[in-house]
């Protein structure tokens, strides 16, 4: 596995629109885990609601028959969808599951659009100082409060706490696709301050894409992949904006391929309801 794709992509089968049930996203997850291409995938993420199913109940049930069959060791990631509030309970019952399940990430959204992310940041930061080799990934909106909400997050890394921002790059309205001029933005603003992002929703395909379906125009990860490399290298938001709308894969595969071999710049990677998918992608254009 090419270095510059080493944990690209999160395992997220039990998310829209894969909506895996949690057996089956475990089974299938163990054999990525065994797979040629196990480099590439990184922890299974699930909601953090889904915590009872994966560690409790009887031991005829559901959840207990899922906890006999987990491979030791087992890395997962939380995704806070109750919010803040209910990720130490969540973390709590991982933690206490006897050997078999390891808290790699915890996610959680920090503020809604147009709320000041602030008091979410400080609460999160708060948390995670208590969960050390966890790291910790705050959904910021690309809305009002960003830029003061990075400077937050790189403070609160230089005090000693694993945190990083994530972004959303799609959803169910048109708002949540960032154009590529304000990604490019985001991208050269986490640059600036030494920060690396992780990016949710939306990158389906390795290029730039409208969906015939939806309308809805996606960004690629390939593009994301090699507009991070040409921020890293200095590259202003135009630059870094040209490579976020380019529809031709020719130049991004060239680009990818001279980069191949060196470690991922800035971009933590993706979470993917289909790791085939981005896997296909990448050996249709000759990257694996």
């Known amino acids: 596995m090419p270095e510059l794709l080493v944990r690209l992509v999160d395992d997220a089968a039990v998310f829209p629109p894969g909506n895996a049930p949690l057996p089956v996203a475990l089974a299938a997850h163990w054999d990525h ?17 889904m915590v009872g199913e994966l560690t409790g109940g009887p031991p005829g049930g559901l959840a207990g028959r899922l906890a006999s069959k987990l491979v030791p060791g087992t890395g997962v990631g939380l995704i806070g969808d109750g919010g803040i509030e209910r990720l130490p309970e969540a973390v709590r019952a991982l933690n206490e599951h006897p050997g078999r399940v ?3 990430q915890i996610e959680v959204a920090v503020a809604r659009r147009g709320e000041d992310p602030q008091p979410g940041l400080a609460r999160l930061a708060e948390l995670s100082a208590g969960w050390p080799g966890v790291a910790g990934y705050a959904e910021i909106p690309l809305s009002w409060g960003l830029m003061a909400a990075l400077d937050t997050v790189a403070a609160v890394r230089a005090g000693g706490v694993d945190i990083s921002p994530k972004f959303r790059t799609g959803g169910l309205v048109a708002e949540l696709f960032p154009t590529a001029a304000e990604l490019a933005a985001v991208i050269c603003a986490c640059r600036d301050r030494g920060l690396r992002f992780k990016l949710t929703a939306g990158l389906h395909r390795a290029v730039r894409h409208t969906d015939p379906g939806t309308g809805f125009v996606h960004h690629g990860f390939l593009n994301v992949l090699v ?17 976020l709308a380019g529809t031709d894969p020719a130049p991004l595969v060239d680009h990818a391929r001279r980069i191949l071999h060196r470690e991922r710049p800035l971009w933590t990677g993706f979470g993917s309801c289909s790791v085939p998918e981005p896997l296909a992608d990448l050996k249709g254009f000759g990257l694996l």
């Open 33 to 49: 885990r065994d797979a040629w291409y196990a480099r590439l995938v990184g922890p299974l993420v699930i909601p953090a609601s």
């Open 102 to 104: 390891v808290l790699r």
């Open 227 to 243: 507009a991070s490399a040409v921020a890293a290298q200095g590259g202003d938001v135009g630059e870094v904006a040209a490579v």
